[in-house]
């Protein structure tokens, strides 16, 4: 399985080759808290089996934990924790070229998940920003 994606702006690319760990929703402060949004996708892969091409910027987001982002546009990308996740690359799964492509399977530290986020099925919903048809 070949699956690639790229940043807001196109700086920078990356492709994967081969089947992802796992595919999951991420609720914890620290991810929301960095991506400005209630809750983050993040695909993951063998650090082996994935090409970056662009220039990145890392921050040291914890301890053991690095996160990356474009230095262009600032698109959050990638998230490494030797410690806790030895030869895994994390990709934030919003940057995929075909998002639809791998469906998440779970969602992950729901012990901070927001309590709305939890029927945001229920809000109306607007095929486009409402009154710009």
Not at 46 to 66: F, H, L, P, W
Not at 116 to 132: R, V
């Amino acid at each position: 399985m070949v699956i690639s994606g790229h940043c807001h702006c196109g700086a920078v690319t990356w492709q994967a080759n081969g089947e992802p760990q796992h595919h999951a929703l991420c609720h914890c402060e620290d991810c929301r808290r960095w991506s400005g949004a209630p809750l983050v996708g993040w695909i993951a892969f063998d650090d082996k089996d994935v090409t970056i091409a662009g220039e990145t910027r890392a921050y040291q987001s914890s301890a053991t934990a690095t996160r990356e982002f474009c230095a262009t546009c600032g698109t959050g990308l990638f998230y490494r924790n030797p410690t806790m996740l030895p030869g895994i690359i994390d990709i934030q799964s919003g940057t995929m070229d075909d998002p639809e492509a791998v469906p998440p399977g779970a969602h992950i530290m729901v012990r901070h998940r927001l309590g709305w986020t939890q029927e945001m099925d229920k809000l109306p919903a607007f095929e486009s920003y409402p009154g710009m048809d």
